[in-house]
């Protein structure tokens, strides 16, 4: 490969559906339907490895193993911050709830930075065939964010050779008025 060329999406990179697990992107006080929509693909695909993450923006990756796992630390190492191991319980309880009647093996991944970047990663670690995200539906603010930034759902899309599958967490009328 030439320096500077990024390796395309192709048939040679293609990663087999069947015995693949999936990579989830999860958010704290996300609606269940991400989880539910991952388990029922997990359950036709004949019960394949669920690998939900979070990638918390308030912390750095230190050091990436080749699970998928990280070691993370906060941004400002003058800021004592241990609220992320709260929000790490948080989420793996609502998981355990939510996946209460999934049969299938699921894991929760705690990430850090950039959550395309991490979830990108895990899925190359874990040999993922699709990446699973929701669709937020944005406020005001958080419509210029994206304008300018892109959506997580997006950058995935853009960055990486694996399919991202995105779940609909709010609909708009075809008939309403934009609302920018």
Known sequence: MAFGRVPQPSPQRMVPVPGHPIVVGVVPGQPELVALNAAAWSNAL????LY???????RIVDVEAEDGTVQH?????DQADDSWQE????????????????????????????????????????????????AKHPSSAERWREFIAGSVAVRL???????VV????AVVDWKAPAAW
């Open 52 to 58: 939900f993450g979070y990638s918390d923006p308030s």
């Open 157 to 163: 899309a853009r960055h990486q050779h694996r399919p």
């Open 166 to 169: 995105i779940v609909p967490l």
């Open 46 to 49: 004949g019960g394949v490895p």
């Open 73 to 77: 630390s906060a941004i400002s190492p």
């Open 87 to 134: 929000r790490e319980t948080q989420i793996r309880t609502f998981l355990a709830t939510v996946l209460a009647d999934h049969s299938g093996p699921w894991e929760f991944r705690y990430l850090a930075g950039r959550a395309d970047r991490a979830l990108t990663h895990l899925a190359r670690a874990v040999d993922a065939s699709a990446i699973m995200v929701g």
